[in-house]
């Protein structure tokens, strides 16, 4: 099975450029995340797409990022414009849902990740 | 609000020793844990997952982890280390309800020497 896939591996940007990423999860998942993981630190949810609607973008910096799911597969995580602080790794993971015990369950499968260097 | 705390960020081990990671979780609901590995160069992946039922965890490789819900606490433990746990480990929980939404710890480096 194909596992999830990112690209690019690796960017570098001067501040105020804008960029994209681009996330193809594993087949017939429903779920996609895409986290933030400044160095030092562990991954911080960015947004979750269920299909290609949004659940959860409650830690979007709105003003400056956005993700769309089209069509409830692919994803693209944009940044318009960069700062400094946007230094990051950038993860995509999805997850098939299960529900059990009356909640959403499923392991969540994550991607090589994007590298972020901001000048 | 959730949040994790890991309290190593560093541990260095030699191989054959035990090993006990620390993970306290800030929740006042029912909540999921789970711990997550990273190999050097590699994608993360989960360890192990507690929903519910038996608080002892078993997970891939060896690694076990207990929930102990009077201390807040879900600490990841291998009894012998191997030069290959060398790895970044990743705490993290979500609400019992609806969506998970993972929120991570900080993580701890884990080193072993041959």
């Known amino acids: 099975e194909a596992g999830v896939a990112q690209s690019p591996r690796y960017k570098i940007i001067e501040k105020r450029q804008s960029v994209a990423f681009w996330c193809n999860p594993i087949?017939?998942?429903?779920?996609l995340y895409w986290y933030q993981q400044i160095l030092g630190q562990g991954p911080k949810l960015l947004i979750q797409f269920q299909n290609n609607g949004v659940v959860d973008d409650s830690q979007l910096p709105k003003d400056r990022f956005s993700a769309e799911r089209l069509k409830g597969v692919d994803s693209t995580l944009k940044i318009q414009p960069a700062k400094l602080e946007d230094s990051a790794v950038y993860l995509c993971a999805s997850s098939l849902d299960q529900l059990a015990g009356g909640q959403i369950r499923g392991e969540q499968f994550f991607g090589p990740g994007t590298r972020l260097t901001v000048l | 609000a959730q949040s994790v705390s890991q309290h190593n960020h560093h541990v260095i081990l030699s191989e054959a020793a035990s090993l006990e990671l620390g993970c306290n979780y800030s929740y006042g609901g029912t909540v999921n844990l789970f711990w997550y590995v990273q190999y050097p160069g590699q994608h993360l992946q989960l360890l192990l997952k507690y929903f519910s039922g038996d608080p002892l965890v078993k997970g891939i490789k060896g690694f076990e982890a207990e929930f102990i819900k009077s201390k807040f606490s879900f600490n990841l433990r291998k009894p012998s280390v191997q030069w290959s746990d060398t790895a970044e480990y990743f705490c993290a929980s979500s609400m019992n309800t609806g969506f998970q939404k993972l929120v991570f710890g900080t993580g701890t480096r884990l080193l072993v020497s041959p």
């Open positions: 087949s017939g998942h429903a779920t």
